[in-house]
Each structure stands twice: as structure tokens, then as C-alpha cells.
């Protein structure tokens, strides 16, 4: 979560309040990320954690909070590692 928290404060905060951002905020709610930063945020995630998001999951329940970011980037990490073992199990 330290990366995203990290990738959050630098890019939406300007380095400025990040120790007053709570892991439950609502990044909505807080006003800090707008439409636009949803999609700085996305790039950020796909490269830095090799995940694809889904349009469909471009929703508050996944990417309104540190929380539910790293419960979101867990889950598809735990995916992604779900669909390459049939593939390295079809190989042995």
C-alpha cells in the first residue's frame, strides 16, 4: 500500500498531506482525484503492479481509497497469478 500511498501524495497532493490521508479516505469525497487522475492513477497501476483494469472496473468500490486500491490490485494480482498456472501446468 506504501506505493500507491506514495504514487497518491506525489501526483494528487503535490507531496502536501499525506500524513493526514487516512487509508479509508475517499478520494472522491476528499475531492483529491477527479475523472482525469482516475486515469493517471490506472496507467500508474497497470505498470507499476503488470495488472490489466477492466473498463468495468473503473468504479468507486475499487479505486476510491488506499484500501480498496490495494484490495483491488491484490485481487487482480491473485487472478493474473490464477490464469498463468493451467498455462505453466499444461507446459511440465
Known sequence: MQTIRHFVVENFLFGQGGDRLGDRDSFLEKG?????????????????????????????????????????????????RAAAEPAILAKM
Open 32 to 80: 483529491i482525484i477527479d475523472s482525469t487522475g482516475v486515469l493517471e492513477l490506472v496507467t500508474f497501476l497497470e505498470k507499476q503492479f503488470q495488472i490489466k483494469i477492466l473498463d468495468e472496473e473503473l468504479v468507486p468500490d475499487n479505486l476510491d481509497s488506499l484500501e480498496k486500491l490495494a484490495q483491488f490490485v491484490a485481487a487482480k494480482q491473485a487472478e493474473k
